[in-house]
């Protein structure tokens, strides 16, 4: 929150590569979710290729009420569950539970908290039946299907999005409001 906006472009810049990496990561990605999953991390599970989730996990694009957006994930997102959706649920930054999340295909099983480490071992024993480079051709051609070009050609409108946010007067009144644990003044 104290960095200018050339210092938010390059912070952003650091997340955006994360994200893009992770997306375009060679080999299959599994994610678990479990507790809050609320902004960013809503962005790495778009990008994983399995997402498991407990069934008392719960989500949100808090963005919005800290008088930020979600610029850098919404593609990836927007990929994952569609504009339709994503306009309700990055707009109103309400927090919704596993369900929905498998509903809006966000994850892609729900499973008890307690049952989390033997579904994950599981994936990743079914997995390992499969061949390392096909694989990786797989994870290549769905990108080509995919159109992910797209993604990259948004991805500095979004870098510059989220610095001026993030250094606007309502990003600065957001961002203390979050750290403060107290409420922005818009907030009812």
Partial sequence: ?????????ED???LANVLQRLDDFP???????????????????????????AEDARFCFSEARLGLAPALISPYVVRAMGVRQARRYM?????FGAEDALRLQLVHRLVPAAELAQARDRWLASLLQTGPQASREIKQMLAR????DHLLDEQGCNLQLIARL???SEGQ???AAFFER????WAQ
């Fill in 145 to 148: 299907l995919a159109g992910r």
């Fill in 91 to 95: 707009l109103s930054a309400e927090v």
């Fill in 27 to 53: 080999v299959p990605v599994l994610m678990l979710a479990r507790g809050a999953v609320f902004g960013g991390a809503l962005g790495l599970l778009c990008c994983a290729d399995h997402v498991l989730a």
């Fill in 12 to 14: 952003a810049s650091l």
């Fill in 173 to 175: 009144h957001g961002l």
């Fill in 1 to 9: 929150r104290e960095f200018d906006h050339a210092r938010n472009l």
């Fill in 182 to 185: 107290s409420r922005p003044d």
């Fill in 166 to 168: 993030r250094t606007s």
